[in-house]
């Protein structure tokens, strides 16, 4: 089944921007479906951070962002705080099999 | 408060069986699609099934389909997943999942995890 692509890893120094792409296909991303993103601190459940491509659910600070275009979405995250580095997944729903949810292949984030 | 708390997780030898249980409280369990979604080790998410809040309708991952069966019981707030011939790579830790609106809205709320262990 299908997968979304991440970077393995990216990192910044506290007070920067860093950015995660998610490239799809056209049975995903590239077929209009929205694309959600996760945090996922070590040893935790995933939590939701933006939904329906770039929103910020009550409580996620608006340092993260959510965009999307085409057959790529990207989260970012500015102001880079020690407390972000976490695992982050980006995740839509598939139409190459009747029903089916795709998963990013998730992004390291390391605070430097 | 909302809490999804998973159970029957454990050590299991390849080709046996395992059932797994999510108890839900503190939201409408009856209008959530339940989902389960899997984390190997190190690795990333992968979603293993989903059945729609009435269990009328259930759907799998191919790589799990003809093996597991996911069910629920609206009356006691609990997801299950029966695991067949059970293989090394369906070690994970399973999550249960609920998404309460439309089929393409994110998992709004996730259980803390059971590992499986599939090893002789």
């Known amino acids: 089944q299908s997968v979304l692509t991440q970077p393995p890893s990216v990192s910044g120094a506290p007070g920067q921007r860093v950015t995660i792409s998610c490239t799809g296909s056209?049975?995903?991303?590239?077929?209009?479906?929205?694309v959600h993103w996760y945090q996922q601190l070590p040893g935790t459940a995933p939590k939701l951070l933006i939904y329906?491509?770039?929103n910020r659910p009550s409580g996620v600070p608006d340092r993260f962002s959510g965009s999307k275009s085409g057959t790529s979405a990207s989260l970012a995250i500015t102001g880079l705080q020690a407390e972000d580095e976490a695992d982050y997944y980006c995740q839509s729903y598939d139409s190459s099999v009747s029903v089916s949810y795709v998963f990013g292949t998730g992004t390291k984030v390391t605070v430097l | 408060q909302v809490q999804l708390v998973e159970s029957g997780g454990g050590v299991v030898q390849p080709g046996r069986s395992l059932g797994l249980s999510c108890a839900a409280s503190g939201f409408t369990f009856s209008s959530c699609t339940m989902h389960w979604v899997r984390q190997a080790p190190g690795k990333g998410l992968e979603w293993v099934a989903l059945?729609?809040?009435?269990?009328?309708?259930?759907y799998y991952a191919d790589s799990v389909k003809g093996r597991f069966t996911i069910s629920r019981e609206n009356s006691k707030n609990t997801l299950y997943l029966r695991m067949n011939s059970l293989r090394a790579e369906d070690t994970a830790v399973y999550y249960c999942?609920?998404?309460?609106?439309?089929?393409?809205?994110?998992?709004?709320?996730w259980g803390q995890g059971t590992l499986v262990t599939v090893s002789s």
């Open positions: 059945v729609s809040f009435d269990g009328s309708n259930k």
């Open positions: 056209s049975s995903n991303i590239g077929a209009g479906y929205v």
């Open positions: 329906g491509n770039n």
């Open positions: 999942a609920c998404i309460s609106k439309t089929a393409t809205s994110p998992f709004d709320y």
